[in-house]
């Protein structure tokens, strides 16, 4: 059975880069196998996919958050991380890492529909 599980600091101040990484577990799986999504949910609204990493190292991102996001892996260690920068309180939500969101989907909707395992979520907070 694979498990994701995000880690990261809840607490961010504006402008500084928010970190989170995302650890996978389950001893069958293999990384480059599949994609890796970050997902997040902003008070009130839907769900807004950020980005991937595909089976072979690649990434894309989400085109209104692509200047300030970076996706990698460390499959040694079974984790892909997230970085956001320049955070503003506009970015206060919950994050999930989760397994799929191909890319050639051309909308949110449907990349989010790719996708089959979440973590549990994480709150982080910009605060000044």
């Known amino acids: 059975q694979v498990q994701l599980q995000e880690s990261g600091p809840g607490l961010v101040k504006p402008s500084q880069t928010l970190s989170l990484t995302c650890t996978v577990s389950g001893d069958s799986i293999k990384m480059s196998d599949y994609y890796w999504s970050w997902i997040r949910q902003p008070p009130g609204k839907g769900l807004e996919w950020m980005g991937v990493?595909?089976?072979?190292?690649?990434?894309d991102y989400s085109p209104s958050l692509k200047n300030r996001t970076s996706i990698s892996r460390d499959m040694s260690k079974k984790q892909f991380t997230l970085q956001l920068s320049s955070v503003t309180p506009e970015d206060t939500t919950v994050y999930y890492c989760?397994?799929?969101?191909?890319?050639?989907?051309?909308?949110?909707?449907?990349?989010?529909?790719?996708?089959?395992?979440w973590g549990q979520g994480t709150q982080v907070t910009v605060y000044s």
């Open positions: 990493i595909s089976s072979r190292g690649f990434t």
């Open positions: 989760v397994r799929g969101g191909n890319p050639n989907y051309n909308t949110d909707y449907t990349r989010i529909k790719d996708t089959d395992v």
